[in-house]
């Protein structure tokens, strides 16, 4: 059984894969989560995390997450909930079946995870165990074409506050809204010019600067209930 591990969700591709390798290299326990098995995933198995394979938009995968986790680990140093899906397809928002997905993936399983799994973190050997939700900078504001994606974000934003209120001083929970941060394959060049002109830095950062305000939050002893916007300025702009 592990000891002090870190569940980290949605680990197989850009900022969750480089957030599993930083986390390895921490010498920290990994419990990665996937959907898709791709060779990253099984990179970090040969590298000694435990790999769990969830659909995390149904109550059903949301469980079965669940119950592989309390099988391996004995007590958690933090849940990283970075799994995410980023609706493309705009009317996807729109349609009722994508909404329960979204809305299972970015609340209700954050919500369950942290609850079931309260006693693993108050378990742990450290002086606390840490919550991070990865939200979206774009909570503050709303978005017309992605309404869904956002209420759910904005909604994880407000799991943070409370599960902060119920489970200190234990365990501290906090969120990172990042803006953008990573462009997708296929995003055009007039979209990334409308992206990075909506920030005051500027310039697309790649994970290093998301994997940083993580590791803040691990690594301080006195922040909880706080939303920290890793958008290089979208509120001065
Ligand atoms: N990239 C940015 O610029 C940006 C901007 C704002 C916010 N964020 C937030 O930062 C986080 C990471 O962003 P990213 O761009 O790296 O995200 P991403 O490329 O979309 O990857 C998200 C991960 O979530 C997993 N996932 C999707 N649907 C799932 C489901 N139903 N069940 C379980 N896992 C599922 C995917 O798993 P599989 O690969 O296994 O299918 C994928 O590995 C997300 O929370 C995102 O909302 C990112």
Redesign the pocket.
Known sequence: MLENAILL????????YYHAERILERGWPLIA????L?PSIEQLATRGAVIIQ????TPE?IEHLLDKVKAKASSLRAIIH?????PTDVELALDPSGFE?LMN?HVRAPWRLNDALTPLLQATTARFADIIH?T??TIAKGSARRAAYIAS?AALDSLTRSFAARLAPKVKVNSLA?????FNEGDDEAYKQDRLSRSALGYEPGPAV?WQAIEFFLDNGFITGQSLAVDGGRNVR
């Not at 969830?54 to 938009?57: E, H, K, V, Y």
């Not at 990042?178 to 990573?182: A, D, N, Q, R, S």
């Open positions: 969700t949605g680990a197989g591709q850009r900022l969750g989560t996937f959907r898709t791709r969830a659909d995390l938009s995968g970075n799994a995410s899906f980023w997905a993936l990865i979206d900078t974000k990042p803006g953008l941060i990573l998301v």
